[in-house]
């Protein structure tokens, strides 16, 4: 069965510095992986995806996410911090016999001024 | 384009009463996907539709329940309703067409669903 990990619940990072968020999968064949991020009170929104190709993947608002087969990882990243970048972030794997998406439990991103 | 609407944002409702659930996807996506969040649970899948058929369903009771119109717009409905069924209710569209793996689900902002 397809699932995710998202090993910290809480990340913490100074404006300006690189963030990194992880994420560790495991599927069964080639993997679809994706990256969302959630505001208060808002949905979940759609920051970017791996579906093949290159390893490094470049999404909405700055964010990549780097893919990487032997560690089963696939990690979001940003160069440079911002205080509204701080929200929840949700990994994701595509069930393929489903095509239900499969979330990890979320990663409080939290960027001090 | 509009994004996913849900209606309504809040809902307060009595331990064994019933509620209903809207949702209107983006424009020409015909999948609708439902998925409740709990502080607990996180992230849970309940069901898919696709052209007025459900397509999958996830691990809930018979109490949970949807439907898609032939507009694409679809409802879900929870009867009975429980202490622990309090939680934010998320609708999700999707482009149906030939790549279903690899398209994106796109959210809604949720209704928030308080049992009392």
């Known amino acids: 069965a397809q699932s995710v990990a998202q090993p910290e619940d809480q990340v913490n990072v100074a404006e300006g510095n690189p963030l990194t968020v992880k994420c560790t999968y495991s599927?069964?064949?080639?993997?679809?992986l994706f990256w969302y991020v959630q505001y208060p009170n808002r949905g979940l929104q759609f920051l970017l995806k791996?579906?093949?190709?290159?390893?490094l993947v470049k999404g909405s608002y700055g964010f990549e996410a780097e893919f990487n087969k032997s560690q089963t990882s696939f990690h979001l990243k940003k160069p440079s911090a911002l205080v509204s970048d701080s929200a929840l972030y949700f990994c994701a794997v595509r069930d393929i016999g489903s095509y239900k998406l499969i979330f990890g439990s979320g990663t409080r991103l939290l960027v001090r001024p | 384009k509009a994004g996913v609407t849900q209606t309504p944002r809040y809902l307060i409702k009595t331990r064994g009463q019933q509620v209903t659930l809207s949702c209107s996807p983006i424009?020409?996506?015909?999948?609708v996907s439902w998925y409740q969040q709990t502080p607990g649970q996180g992230l849970q899948f309940l069901f898919e539709y696709f052209s007025e058929t459900q397509r999958n369903k996830g691990n809930f009771p018979g109490r949970f329940s949807g439907r898609q119109f032939s507009n694409s717009r679809s409802e879900m409905n929870v009867s009975t309703l429980e202490l622990g069924d309090s939680a934010l209710y998320l609708c999700a569209s999707r482009d149906g067409g030939v790549d279903r793996a690899a398209s994106p689900l796109h959210f809604g902002n949720g209704t928030r669903l308080t049992v009392t």
């Open positions: 599927v069964s064949g080639n993997p679809y």
């Open positions: 424009s020409g996506h015909r999948s």
């Open positions: 791996y579906i093949t190709g290159d390893n």
